[in-house]
């Protein structure tokens, strides 16, 4: 069983500050790793992407990748009340091109 | 383009009928998924489709669970019969794979289905 794990908190954080999100993922023989953002009661919109080993960076949001130890997060830097949401790690199956989603991490980001 | 289009919005239905969830995948789209969220489960893969064939139906739960995808702008999910623990958000999702990296799957708005 592929599994994509993540911390349901909520994490709460003040506005301005840096938000940390973590996931780890089963299977080693995965290559690529997303990050969902979904507001209550919306769907899952895709906020980043990362295949290789390390930082990627776009705008107040930087993916991290270790495949040695399985773990991807997402940093958010100078939060926002609107970033408030629950934040979706997936994964991409080896062997298929399909999406295997943890169950997210609500982040609330008081003003 | 009009993005990922699922229909109904919600559904509320009696145990025991039958219930068929719609979608209409972005153009030009050759996958497909099905996806159900609860809040004890999360987002589940139910089914995906690739060139209208299906791919992976691992995860429909049981018989009751149908999907078919007759061209490449159409795709349904029929539960029959329904029962209380269907009880979900249904989402459909597409993507243009071109390779093993690709997968940014776009999602429809979603069905909450309530089975009573």
């Known amino acids: 069983q592929k599994e994509v794990e993540q911390n349901s908190g909520p994490l709460s954080v003040p506005e301005g500050a840096i938000a940390s999100l973590n996931c780890t993922y089963s299977?080693?023989?995965?290559?690529?790793f997303f990050w969902y953002r979904q507001y209550s009661g919306k769907s899952p919109e895709l906020i980043m992407f990362i295949y290789s080993n390390g930082d990627k960076e776009d705008g107040r949001f930087t993916a991290q990748l270790n495949k040695a130890s399985q773990y991807v997060s997402l940093l958010i830097r100078d939060s926002q009340p609107s970033d408030s949401a629950t934040y979706l790690c997936?994964?991409?199956?080896?062997?298929?091109?399909?999406?295997?989603f943890g169950k997210g991490t609500m982040l609330l980001v008081s003003p | 383009d009009a993005g990922v289009i699922q229909s109904p919005r919600h559904e509320v239905t009696e145990m025991g009928q039958e219930v068929t969830l719609r979608c209409k995948p972005i153009s030009g789209h050759n996958s497909l998924f099905w996806y159900r969220q609860t809040m004890m489960r999360g987002l589940e893969l139910l089914i995906y489709?690739?060139?209208?064939?299906?791919?992976?139906d691992s995860g429909m739960p049981e018989d009751r669970f149908s999907a078919k995808m007759p061209n490449a702008s159409f795709s349904t999910l029929k539960i029959q019969p329904s029962e209380p623990r269907d009880s979900a958000v249904y989402f459909c999702a597409s993507s243009l794979e071109s390779g093993p990296l690709d997968t940014e799957a776009f999602f429809g708005q979603g069905t909450r289905l309530t089975v009573v």
């Open positions: 997936a994964v991409i199956n080896s062997g298929y091109s399909t999406l295997t």
């Open positions: 299977d080693r023989g995965s290559q690529s």
């Open positions: 489709f690739n060139n209208n064939v299906p791919i992976d």
